[in-house]
């Protein structure tokens, strides 16, 4: 465990660096994860031999890239065990995603005095959109609670998610709390009221296996660069006959069949969702990120992780005026662990922990609602992944004692 998952650190030649004269040590994972040399290598080889755009021409790169663009497609398809490719729509972010959802699907199912239920776990990507879709509709919008060790509350769930109900929309795994939301419970839940249900898939994706058809979602949505790959480059899994249900949330050239003076005809599915030229080389880099994934596997991540997690939990909480939020149990915690130290500023902590070559972050990690919830105004995040190794997190801790030590003799 030392060395990394599989020695897989040298494969990521960022971290090999010095921060302010010391190693870098990387725990902003949450945020963005760092690229190893096989997707760098992967947008170099496109970009050098088969720059084109894909799906317009019949010349020898077009038909390259298109065919690598494709392949990337069915490489998702597989990752998240869905039905089809055709269920596959690339996307920027998981942001773009839950926006399209929101305002393609969302204003077409709700309607005024229709409820849609989120938790107060959730990033702003899925907050906003549906605070958007309940305005126009003149709809409800409601919170599931938490638990006092910060999961979800199911029975809040149970109570709120009725057959006034129109869209659950919930993060899989906590971006803040570094929890496990049990989507499939939720997605049975929601399916016996007539309701759909939308997983927030950022956090979870790039740590667990991810079975879309298990979980019974209507639609997930995930980012590129907190697995690997490039930024600009994301995933919007949907139902077929829900996505054939859309219209499309953007118009122009590619996702069109026939324009005509006065309308026009769409492709079929996923096409039809993809309107100008898409980012190729993000796409690519996905799949060749998913392919590094795969070749690691993600059992292994996941158990990685949690090995990790136990290893540094308990010696993060030992340390005195430290307040962790969420489960003290390690087994329910993602590489998330979000903290604050007693009489230090979450950004105090962080520079100061910069200043030790760690890289955390600070803040309210988009959520507002939920620390409005916790009642702070922000806290410091590490976020771990399976290139992080036990020494990162001797240091991670050691430093944080460092760095309380400076603040308190400054402030004597």
Known sequence: ???????????????????????????????????????????????????????????????????????????????????SRRSIIFTRSTTESLNWIAASFGNLVVSEGDE?????????SNIVPWQQVAQKQHATLKYIGLTADGELDIQSARELITDRTKIVAIAHASNVM??????????????????????????????????????????????????????????LYGKEALLNMMPPAQFGGEMIDFVHHQDASFKELPWKFEAGTPNISGAIALGRAIDYLNELGMDNVLAYEKDLVKYTLPRLLAIDGVRVYGPPDPDKHTGVLSFNVWGLHPHDLATGLDMEGIAVRAGHHCAQPLMEYLNVEATARASFYFYNTQQDADRFIHAITAVKEFFADGIS
């Open 178 to 235: 570094g929890v496990v939301n049990p989507i499939k419970e939720l997605a049975k839940l929601a399916h016996q009221h007539g309701a759909y249900i939308i997983a927030d898939g950022a956090q979870a994706a790039p740590h667990m296996p991810i079975d879309v058809s298990d979980l019974d979602v209507d639609f997930y949505a995930l980012s590129g660069h907190k697995m690997l790959a490039p930024t600009g480059i994301g995933v």
């Open 1 to 83: 465990m030392d060395k990394g998952l599989n020695n897989s650190r040298q494969d990521f030649p960022i971290l090999n660096q010095q921060v302010n004269g010391e190693p870098l040590v990387y725990l902003d994972n949450a945020a963005t994860t760092q690229k190893p040399l096989a997707v760098l290598n992967a947008i170099m080889d496109y970009y050098q031999h088969d720059n084109a755009n894909v799906h317009r021409g019949v010349h020898t790169l077009a038909e390259r890239a298109t065919e690598s663009y494709e392949a990337s497609r069915d490489k998702v398809a597989e990752f998240i065990n869905a039905p």
């Open 116 to 124: 849609i239920v989120i938790s107060e776990l959730e990033h702003h």
